[in-house]
């Protein structure tokens, strides 16, 4: 009597198991994705926060002529919704904060080419190589201080200097942080992957303590529980909208001599092949670039913008060509497999 | 009606049909492996395939490359060495969640504690505290909290309710006049209570226990504050670093291969006794014990707890809002985004109700293993993170569900998938505490299966039902990844605001949210408190 029950549950359960598995092989034929309402919208997915670019976006629904949505997500986390979404995306733009899911996008060919007068708005350095995603605002690698604990002349003009028996227990990092494992990821590109093991070890022997996030970082290093920080830059400038001037202690320090741990990462954007919705897509990525957006980035989100000549104007922010960033092509900063693997076997992650 | 006819029936003919019908229940007990009806089997298996619809979709992406690229991800020896820590931090929390629980229940049920009904809902509510601000919060007070006691601390605050409400309703549940016959019979309160009403809460502190390990097994907030690296963060930053849905998919099937040993091991702690009272009449409420001297300690032990799991976040919470500037109130905003979770919250506590009724039924009264097959079916996703939930929902969705993509049923739906084995163990647990003769004897006077459910199971198991319901409608409230994906564009809950506010840096911004979903979670808290049967 009990045997067939659950026989034939076992067997209803697997077969619904296995329906996804036989309609998936099918899927790939069903292509098209009929049904898009893209016509009269603009869907764009935002990894970027609504706080930071919300006004931004409200002021390109008005420059694009039609209705936009706006979904806001985790990069990463949109990213492998819409490589999940396939051909029946409603993306019709995907804002990213950083480079990384922009280039596995790229690699998936789900990103469509952008014409040579948008690419060109922008320094080779800071789009996508196979033409398929631009940067519109740069972020830099810094390292930040306690002038308590540290005189600004103290302070190293160089990662591999952190290392050092003088900085012991004395420097914090956020190991899961996306922006440090491009850094990584860039390291290994200029410096080769024996000595950026080495150095990651080095950083861990050191006795470098690891935070979830450079705001805790930054944190640490207000509270004197660590005297340097790798994070970004505009970190710094958050915290100070947040306190307030006064009550923000720590520092920065930029890097000079193309150092690895001045690597300039973008926040950028990509037309979806599928999304149906190319036109109005395209008319957002020329006004994202537009002098308009460009100063919001400069202004708002303390970040440097990457087109239409305009410059920073944040008050103590060196002037984005007087950056001394390392050369990496920032597209393959999205193979950070290895990377991880690496920041795994050494222990810091 | 009913007496009518029975008085013009002839005199003789109800004796035989009676002994058949003491003879139906008598032989009940060892009847235990029957067929469930239809009218149980075909919702429950509907639910069942509900909650297996995570795996089926990792069952795609992890074969994606072939199976030995999937076992070559899971044969990492990092693979055992996370296992090891999930467990280690599994178990912690566990046991601590069984210490706070039961003694809560117990002290606040049983005995002439002060104000036990305040300490009850102040009991329930840190299920309110998303497990990120909580560890947000101890690591700002106490930065040196970070790494495996700190992520034990966190998660056991915020977790422990769901051992201390299926136990308080146990308690009042059970009738008190088998722990008086114990009294009578020389018995001690102290030993009364460990002899007699234990294990009778046996099924409901397993259940909960068992929910606590799943959740802890697929946080990913708490963890990854404070650093402490378990298998589910494992996930996340395999999803983060390669953007490859393949490892990620790899790694959480070993996470589901966990999840039934664990429903399985609970299975096995559940022992075979039935624990429904038997006697004739209703329960009634038990005398509840005097604390005598051990009143200061009891209060002290309830304050101790109410402290640093309700009253430390929420003070934390007011401190940025005093301080941050970036604090504002925006009434509008917040009531709008509050009355949209309130309604997708209970959406989805509705739903996942329904369908953990059948499987929750089915769980208590058969023992076949069909009855064991279907309940682990409908806890096999519940330790996985959240993210994962999301991605095999949007897959699904797009593929056969098109229409309803970024719509609200599909959020409500994607609720009842990842909510579905706290309402099955609430359910489990209420039933098992109503009389099984009460169901035997009205299907001997020919009542249908469906009536029998309707007018005899449910109304007995309502309680029990009730906050395992109020239970879920919490815990969606605070729901994050999958909200995050699933939700039509453009809509908020508290917990995306709170996530929105905490991504930007401005923790005072969103304290306002955070104080507001933990005030409205108090709502459902305070009725779970209050309510007696």
Redesign the interface.
Known sequence: ???P??G???A??AA??????L??CG?DDDKGGS?KSGDSTL?IYSGR????VEPILDKLEKAVGTKV??????S??L???I????D?T?AGLFFSQDA??LG??SKEGVLEQLPPSTLDEVDEAYRGGDGDWVGLSGRVRVIAYNPDQVDEDEVPDSVHDVVKPEWKDKVGFAP?N?SF?AFVTGMRALEGDDATRRWLEDLKANGAK???HN??TL??IE?G?VSLGLVNHY?WY??V????EDKVNAKLHFLPGKDPGALINVAGVGILKDGGQSEAAQKAVDFLLSKEAQTYFADTTKEYPLAAGVTSTVEGLPPFDSLQSPDIDLGKL????E??AML?DVGL? | MTTTQTTTRPAGAPAPAGRRRVRAYLKAPSDR???PPLVLLVPA?VA??FA??P???L??RA?ERGPQYAWDVVADE?TLQLLGRSLGLTAVVVAACLVLGVSLAWLTVRTALPGARAWSVLATLPLAVPSYVAAFVW?AAV?GASGFGGAALALTLVSFPYVHLPVAAALRGIDPAQEEAARSLGHGAVRAFLRVTLPQLRPAAAGGALLVALYVLSDFGAV????Y?TFTRAVH?????????TPAAALSVVLVVMTVALVAAEARTRGRAGHARTGGGTARPAAPVPLGRWRIPALAWCAAVAAVAVAFPLSTLGYWLT????ATWDVGDLVGTASTTLGVAAAGAALTTVLALPVGVIAARYR???AR??EQ?AYAGHALPG?TV??SL???A???A??L??RLPLLVCAYAVLFLPVTVAATRAAVLQAPRVLEDVARSLGRSPLRVLREVTVPLAAPGVAAGAALTFVVCMKEL?AT??LRP??MDTLA?RLW??T???????AAPYAATLILLAAVPSYLLGRHRT
């Open positions: 009597m009990r045997r029950l659950a034939r549950i076992t209803l359960l619904g198991l296995l329906l996804p598995a309609a998936s899927s049904a869907v926060n609504e706080k930071l949505e706006v979904r806001y997500g985790d990463a986390e990213a492998a919704q490589l999940e979404e396939g029946r409603k990384g899911a596995a996008l899961t996306a494992q690891t935070y979830a705001l805790a944190d640490a509270a529980e970190y958050e915290r909208a947040e306190k307030g999205e193979s950070l497999q990377t991880l795994q992650v | 492996d029957r067929r298996c069942a395939l297996l619809l795996l089926g979709y069952a795609v074969l990092r690591l930065p990854s504050l404070m650093r690296d930053t395999s999803y983060r670093a390669s953007f490859d849905r301080v941050g500037t970036s076949g293993r069909g097959l279907l079916a993210i999301a991605l949007v897959f699904f797009v593929r056969y098109y229409p993509y970024q990844p995050l994906l564009t453009g995306t929105t506010e991504g930007a840096g401005s923790f005072a911004a």
